[in-house]
């Protein structure tokens, strides 16, 4: 399974960016897939997660309004549009698929998770 993320760079406050995530190696509309991100010297953590239809989202609270989950089963992508970009968004974002077919919940937790993308690097300028 290889996961493709791209669409990060330099923005400044109040910004937008669109991160997209491409998938090969497993049925991509069997699996749920998340964005989490990593900041320097912090954990990892969830930020925004799609069922395998695209029916059912869930959202980290500090990106809850601003940023939108999408997926394209057709093209086995899925998108993060992020918008009122804040410095403290700035991190690597991962693109992850989860480790169970057919999930009808999307689990936050990166151990919900088995494959994950290279990264992407997002930087917000205040």
């Known amino acids: 399974v290889q996961l493709q993320a791209s669409g990060g760079g330099l923005v400044q406050a109040g910004g937008s960016l669109r991160l997209s995530c491409v998938a090969s190696?497993?049925?991509?509309?069997?699996?749920?897939m998340a964005w989490f991100r990593q900041a320097p010297g912090k954990e990892r953590e969830f930020v925004a997660g799609?069922?395998?239809?695209?029916?059912?989202?869930a959202y980290a609270d500090s990106v809850k309004g601003r940023f939108t989950i999408s997926r394209d089963n057709a093209k086995n992508t899925v998108y993060l549009q992020m918008n009122g970009l804040k410095p403290e968004d700035t991190a690597v974002y991962y693109c992850?698929?989860?480790?169970?077919?057919?999930?009808?919940?999307?689990?936050?937790?990166?151990?919900?998770?088995?494959?994950w993308g290279q990264g992407t690097q997002v930087t917000v300028s205040s």
């Open positions: 799609i069922n395998r239809s695209g029916g059912s989202t």
């Open positions: 190696g497993r049925t991509f509309s069997s699996y749920a």
């Open positions: 992850a698929t989860a480790k169970s077919p057919f999930g009808i919940v999307v689990t936050t937790a990166t151990r919900g998770y088995d494959y």
